[in-house]
């Protein structure tokens, strides 16, 4: 979906203003949206088809994925309602602050610097303040240093049980610009490496 992606917004003293992003150029199929488009304007038959190809392979989407802080009141908890079996159901909470708000200001500048360059014409912004699901969850079993705000310690065993480790990507605190496997890789090779020392000196 994103072959190309610009990532020289990721780090800077620009950190101190808003939160840093990495632009995503799309491949995503343009067809659904313009044939919506045309149809629209009334086009059918050959000439439908031919606007269609035309458009579509003109097409280009842009998109970014931002760094959010930490903030604790970002959360996944169990809630007062049951399911059919009797268990909690989890109670979601997620927003995002001005922080994040000025960076997405920021990839709009990008944005239509890129369509300038571009020659571009029928530039269109998504709607402002509206986010979506990139997919890469994390925090859900944050790691810190208090049991009251985390669930595990800084190489993911949990506070309560010292015996259970936990890795992947639930133990980050947040979720910044890059996809998330990476790291989830290199945490459980941290944690196992912890196992390992504390067996082999136990």
Same mark, same amino acid.
């Given at each position: 979906?994103?072959?190309?992606?610009?990532?020289?917004?990721?780090?800077?003293?620009?950190? /101190?203003?808003? $939160?840093?992003? !990495?632009?995503? &150029?799309? #491949? =995503?199929?343009?067809?659904a949206?313009?044939?919506?488009?045309?149809?629209?304007?009334?086009?059918?038959?050959?000439?439908?088809?031919?606007?269609? /190809?035309?458009? $579509?392979?003109? !097409?280009?989407? &842009?998109? #970014? =994925?931002?760094?959010?802080?930490?903030?604790?009141?970002?959360?996944?908890?169990?809630?007062?309602?049951?399911?059919?079996?009797?268990?909690?159901?989890?109670?979601?909470?997620?927003?995002?602050?001005d922080?994040?708000i000025?960076?997405?200001?920021?990839?709009?500048?990008?944005?239509?610097?890129?369509?300038?360059?571009l020659?571009?014409?029928?530039?269109?912004?998504?709607?402002?303040?509206?986010?979506s699901?990139?997919?890469?969850?994390?925090?859900?079993?944050?790691?810190?240093?208090?049991?009251?705000?985390?669930?595990?310690?800084?190489?993911?065993?949990?506070?309560?049980?010292?015996?259970?480790?936990?890795?992947?990507?639930?133990?980050?605190p947040?979720?910044?610009?890059?996809?998330?496997?990476?790291?989830?890789?290199?945490?459980?090779?941290?944690?196992?490496?912890?196992?390992?020392?504390?067996?082999?000196?136990?």
């Amino acid at each position: 979906m994103s072959p190309c992606s610009i990532g020289q917004f990721r780090d800077g003293d620009f950190r /101190r203003e808003h $939160a840093p992003f !990495r632009i995503d &150029i799309s #491949n =995503a199929s343009q067809v659904a949206s313009v044939t919506k488009e045309v149809l629209a304007e009334g086009y059918f038959g050959k000439k439908l088809q031919e606007e269609i /190809r035309f458009r $579509a392979a003109r !097409r280009l989407s &842009i998109k #970014n =994925a931002l760094e959010q802080l930490p903030d604790p009141n970002n959360r996944v908890m169990l809630s007062a309602n049951k399911d059919a079996l009797g268990l909690p159901t989890p109670s979601l909470y997620w927003d995002v602050d001005d922080y994040v708000i000025k960076g997405t200001e920021k990839t709009r500048e990008c944005y239509d610097a890129i369509a300038a360059r571009l020659g571009a014409t029928r530039i269109k912004h998504s709607k402002s303040g509206k986010f979506s699901n990139r997919q890469h969850i994390t925090g859900t079993l944050s790691m810190g240093l208090d049991p009251a705000t985390s669930v595990t310690d800084a190489w993911g065993r949990a506070h309560d049980h010292e015996n259970l480790f936990m890795v992947g990507t639930g133990v980050m605190p947040t979720v910044g610009t890059c996809n998330v496997t990476l790291t989830a890789m290199a945490l459980a090779l941290r944690t196992a490496d912890k196992i390992l020392q504390e067996t082999q000196h136990g």
